[in-house]
């Protein structure tokens, strides 16, 4: 009996048990489904790609032609296209001047892409030319036609476009300024931040929203000091600060910015913030509506339309790590969908952890910029 | 009948079971650490230091990891402390300080640098929030007061899943756990740097290789390798590649491990290279990064038990390689996939040598203990300045109904983890 016994205790042990590992299979469940998000190189890996150190992707947005154009930040600042037909990164060139560009993409309605940069703060026009037949060749000069530095000694940090001129803020004074695209000229419109709200030392900025949005009248809305939102209205070169503000726990109005702005097919405005509210706001009754928090983290770093009339957004600040989210309009539910996260072993694997920038296409595609050392493109397709 | 002497037996009946002759073994003394039973993984963290201590960071995962030294000239076993307490993060109701996850470094000032680890992570689910982890502290151990100091958290939130220390530039370098950032603290200044993001959380390379100029290098992609210099305080990725195996098809432990880096390096002074294997096959390899501007990389043969040689299931490499000072690396190659409590199962690691003078490789057989027992598996090791190479692993033993006195389970059986003492002179 006893031999018996340790005879199926040795069988038992040299069958072993199963392996584990640090990727246990369970780690699919906290992260988006997998058959709905896949990653792109930027650029033809392995060596024709934006280098690491110069790859974080702070601006995305779709041109009127569907092609998403994209730019990084870093050591030096990149330009990118995607053109959705055929589904890969294609670096554009070096932007001059550039190791930054942050919300600060924006294509006109004929197809020339601004870009805002940073640290010169100078406003580039580049034209897209013949795109599908250009070698990629990375460290190239993008070719672009500088308009000028738009408010002297200041950085551009958001950038967007509205009927005939691009709109932006500055950095670090909070300049609202005007590019009037027929006139050729930059407007300073004052600013949107005074002082730099008390907080502890290391807290040095003047607070401002990270994006601008254009409402369906063309008038411009950025937030400012203490949440305030402040509009520049069509055809009024005038900086209005309205009575309206960023949703904020009380007392902490002086530290919330704006994240995201997303102008909706139904004329309102949704929008992120730095605290991670998501908040609804109606530009012509100019009211607010607080629409809670989709996750326990910081910051809406990303807010767009998916199909079905759902919006998508990804929260987290640079120290988390990054989730996706889902909100119903006609429901008002959110569903947290999880880490953005590609696992296609054993050809590549790659969580993103901080998110740059969102935008989504007319088909449904939303694209997601990582925005670290090493950074991807997602791509996440959301199901109706 | 003693723990050890009945797993003895049990192996001698699989070995009979399966009609196989009786396997070369390979003696080592042990010393298990005194009062910490309960400890239940060891990865990276030993250190045989210039005065005859060897330090250990023993992990405990949900509970206080431990900082022991084991003084080779009195042969006593010292616990200097709970890594919570250590850190004074004691009854705050914080994820613990559950490891010394990485290798430590001895300064010039004698004092012995390392950094701290997390435990458990809970799918990341409490990742940055009140009851998480608060992140890595940078620390140093003065043998001459007995005491630690503490530097602080580094990277918040996240582990020194990875780390290396450097006398020359007097820096503790890490990558963290899960973001993969490559940090670094500098004791001087009080300095506390991200340099950004080099991994996945999944495949954290698990070695930092230190050069005699201060230069620090990792491994990251597929097989690439990137060089950090202190003086310029920037990374550059260099083209040469370690030899790691494609795997094609994921099956099994491919999905759960990565294999596209080294697992560990050590730095020879004689040669001015590193020597070290592959995460995947083992694979044995010498990297020269003074040989041309980006290094070179020769592949010189496989480290893994001879029985895996150039098959498919090659055990995941282990941290367990060290150069003796007869020039020949010594590496302690699990006999099956070995991870503590996350083991395949029970079997004897094989301790292989590779001569760096005739480039021989040779299997000295299993490692066992002198009353029998078998080495289950180990994930660090080192050599003392007299010669003697110590790994620290798992060891087999009977649990006591009355006390814990085991750190965990492998395949069925009890472990504890124990110091292992290898003279190679015995070679």
């Given amino acids: 009996m006893k031999f018996q016994v340790l005879a199926l205790l040795a069988v038992a042990l040299l069958r072993g048990a199963p392996a584990y590992g640090q990727r246990p299979p369970g780690y699919d469940k906290v992260v988006v489904l997998q058959t709905r998000i896949d990653a792109r190189d930027l650029g033809y890996a392995p060596v024709d790609v934006i280098p690491d150190g110069e790859s974080g992707i702070t601006s995305l947005t779709v041109a009127p032609n569907g092609n998403l154009y994209g730019a990084t930040s870093g050591k030096r600042s990149h330009l990118f296209v995607l053109i959705p037909r055929h589904g890969y990164v294609q670096p554009l060139g070096v932007i001059p001047g550039a190791t930054a560009v942050t919300h600060a993409v924006a294509v006109s309605a004929s197809g020339d892409v601004y870009i805002g940069t940073s640290p010169e703060g100078h406003l580039l026009k580049y034209t897209p030319q013949d795109e599908d037949h250009q070698a990629i060749q990375i460290g190239k000069p993008l070719p672009v036609t500088d308009l000028g530095q738009a408010v002297a000694g200041e950085r551009i940090c958001a950038l967007t476009i509205s009927g005939n001129a691009v709109y932006g803020l500055t950095a670090p004074n909070a300049h609202f300024f005007e590019y009037s695209l027929h006139a050729g000229k930059f407007t300073d419109l004052g600013v949107v931040a005074s002082e730099i709200p008390l907080g502890e030392k290391f807290e040095k900025d003047k607070m401002m929203s990270r994006m601008l949005v ?17 509009r520049v209205r069509v055809g009024f070169e005038k900086l209005e600060e309205l009575e309206i503000h960023a949703p904020a726990v009380p007392g902490r109005e002086p530290w919330t910015r704006v994240d995201a702005f997303l102008l909706d097919p139904s004329g309102v405005i949704y929008g992120g913030t730095s605290d ?65 996260d590609v696992n296609r072993r054993p050809y590549y694997t790659w969580q993103a952890y901080v998110i740059g920038a969102m935008a989504s296409d007319a088909s449904g595609t939303v694209y997601i910029g990582e925005d670290e050392r090493i950074s991807k493109l997602y791509l996440f397709y959301p199901w109706p | 009948m003693t723990a050890v002497r009945k797993y003895w037996i049990l192996g001698a009946l699989a070995v009979a079971l399966n009609g196989v002759a009786a396997p070369k073994t390979v003696m080592v003394q042990y010393r298990f650490f005194t009062g910490l039973a309960q400890m239940d993984g060891n990865w990276a963290a030993l250190e045989a230091a210039s005065d005859g201590k060897v330090y250990v960071g023993l992990a405990c995962h949900g509970c206080n990891g431990h900082l022991v030294f084991y003084d080779s000239n009195t042969d006593k076993m010292v616990d200097v402390g709970g890594l919570t307490g250590l850190s004074g993060e004691s009854g705050l109701n914080l994820g613990p300080q559950s490891k010394i996850h990485a290798k430590f470094g001895e300064g010039k000032d004698g004092r012995i640098y390392f950094a701290t680890h997390g435990g458990w992570w809970f799918s990341y689910g409490r990742f940055a929030t009140q009851e998480g982890y608060p992140g890595a502290h940078y ?60 991994n996945n959380w999944d495949s954290v390379c698990r070695t930092l290789g230190i050069d005699d100029e201060g230069n620090v290098y990792g491994s990251f992609g597929r097989g690439g390798i990137y060089k950090y210099d202190p003086r310029t305080d920037s990374i550059r990725e260099l083209s040469v590649r370690v030899p790691i195996t494609e795997k094609g098809i994921s099956l099994g432990r491919d999905y759960n491990k990565s294999e596209t880096h080294w697992r560990t390096v050590v730095w020879d002074k004689q040669t001015r290279k590193f020597y070290g294997v592959d995460e995947s096959a083992t694979i044995l390899f010498s990297f020269d990064p003074y040989a041309g501007p980006d290094g070179e990389v020769r592949r010189l043969g496989q480290m893994c038990n001879p029985d895996f ?72 090791a080192d050599t003392g300045p007299d010669g003697t190479i110590y790994f620290v692993g798992a060891i087999s033993v009977t649990p006591d109904p009355d006390k814990q006195n085991y750190g965990g389970r492998i395949g069925g059986g009890a472990y504890r983890l124990a110091l292992f003492i290898y003279h190679p002179q015995a070679d």
């Fill in chain 1, 214 to 230: 254009a409402d369906g009248q063309g008038s411009v809305f950025a937030s400012g000091e203490n949440g305030a939102f402040f």
């Fill in chain 1, 276 to 340: 991670g509210y998501l908040f609804r706001l109606d530009p012509e009754k100019l009211t607010v509506t607080n629409l809670g928090k989709p996750l326990n983290q910081y910051r809406i770093v990303g807010l767009v339309h998916g199909p079905g009339g759902k919006l998508y957004g990804v929260g987290g600040d640079e120290q988390e790590m990054a989730r996706l989210f889902s909100y119903d309009p006609s429901t008002g539910a959110y569903d947290v969908l999880g880490f953005v």
């Fill in chain 2, 139 to 198: 620390m140093a151990y003065d043998p001459k007061t007995g005491r630690v100091q503490d530097f602080g958290i580094g990277p918040r939130y996240e582990g020194v899943n990875t780390g290396a220390y450097d006398p020359k530039f007097n820096r503790i370098y890490g990558l963290t756990h899960p973001r993969g950032h490559f940090v670094y603290y500098d004791v001087a200044t009080g300095a506390k740097v991200d340099m950004g993001r080099m």
């Fill in chain 2, 309 to 380: 040689a150039n098959r498919r299931d090659v055990p995941y490499a282990t941290l367990s390689l060290t150069l003796g000072h007869n020039r020949k690396l010594y590496y302690a190659a699990a006999g099956k996939e070995f991870d503590y409590g996350a083991s395949a199962g029970l079997a004897a690691s094989h301790l292989i040598t590779y001569d760096l003078r005739t480039g021989k490789t040779e299997d000295l057989g299993e490692m066992r203990v002198p009353d029998g027992g078998l080495v289950i598996g180990t994930n660090s």
